[in-house]
């Protein structure tokens, strides 16, 4: 049986269609998904993201430990910051991709992907070995509300005692909200700007409902995961299991740049990593602009038009909202991936043309 988060009374009081996700009941939608989609666009969603998992590692060596846990470099995240980064398998294979937060010196805030929240923190603990650090699974000790669009700023304004005109994006600070305490960072996954609240879980509903009552009149509405995903696929960011899996690297996705090598310790994966930057990837992610109204969708084969050969796979796809088009992303040979090339999508047995664009798709205005 699926697990609910601290928010189920809530999501399914609005009506929410609620779906199994990575074994949590999760809100796909609440009425139209696009609705929800252009709402983010235009005013501000409210989301549930209680589902996410989060790894407290602390201690004098806490920032050594992680930086030769992960890709990046944790050491170098300023007190109060974050920064994106992924764990790697011995042979660059991505395990997960994480935003990890420094609260203090000695104290950061890994976020996880849900459905490898539980494999992140074991791996963590398995490489903090050696080093003066703890690693704590602090999943079950908080509850993840986001408020993400162009009129965010205004209702956590009106809702928490941040100043959060002088908050940076990602960049993360404690603040009360409704009379809780709680973590309030500049982040998010839709290519708007936006907050993540973190609190406890019997918090949830008072933070929720308080984000909901200053954001009303400005255009906020509770959004689902679907609308979560055409936001980021729109704006080019990867998906764990989709873009990044434990068969690519971060190198096919466009993100070698997280990787840093040299680090004193070095880290998991780096011999690996190293070779394929040295070689460059077989492929590539590119974003994709398909004609007509049939959109493509993961798993599907992209084809040479030339040669009629399948070269490419789908990793996600969908009608965008924003755009009017359907569009997605895909893994294709290095030599088919500037933009304007054509390709054909096979969409469940026809050929659907398609043109290579640079990612994202959109992108908010400044």
Known sequence: MARETPLAAVHRALGAKLVDFAGWAMPVRYGS????????????????????????VSGPEAARA???AL???ASAIGVGRARYSMLCA??????????VYRLDQDRFFVVANAANADAVAAELTSRAA?????????????????VQG?????????????????????????????????????????GEDGFEVYCGPDAAEDVWAALAAAGGPLGLVPAGLSCRDTLRLEAGMPLYGHELTRETTPFEAGLGRVVVFGKPDGFVGEQALARRRDEGPAAVLVGLVAEGKRSPRAGQAVVDPTSGEA?????????????????????VPVA???????????????????QVVALPFYTRAS
Do not use: C, K, N, Q
């Open 33 to 56: 998904e696009t609705a929800e989609h252009l709402a983010v666009r235009t005013a501000a969603g409210l989301f549930d993201l209680s589902h996410m998992g989060e790894v407290v």
């Open 66 to 68: 992680l930086d030769r």
């Open 71 to 73: 890709v990046g470099r």
């Open 90 to 99: 011995e042979d660059g294979g991505v395990l997960d991709d994480l935003v």
């Open 130 to 146: 050696g080093f003066d650090a703890e690693v704590h699974d602090a999943s079950a000790e908080w509850a993840l509300v986001a």
């Open 150 to 190: 162009p009129r965010s700023a205004e209702v956590l304004a009106a809702t928490s005692d941040a100043d959060v005109a002088a908050l940076r994006y990602y960049a993360v600070v404690e603040a009360r909200l409704a009379g809780h305490e709680v973590l309030l960072a500049r982040t998010g996954y839709t």
């Open 311 to 331: 070269v490419g796979t789908v990793t996600s796809g969908s009608p965008s909202p924003s755009l009017g088009s359907p569009i997605a992303m895909a893994h």
């Open 336 to 354: 088919l991936a500037e933009p304007g090339t054509r390709l054909e999508v096979d969409v469940r047995g026809s050929r659907v043309p398609a």
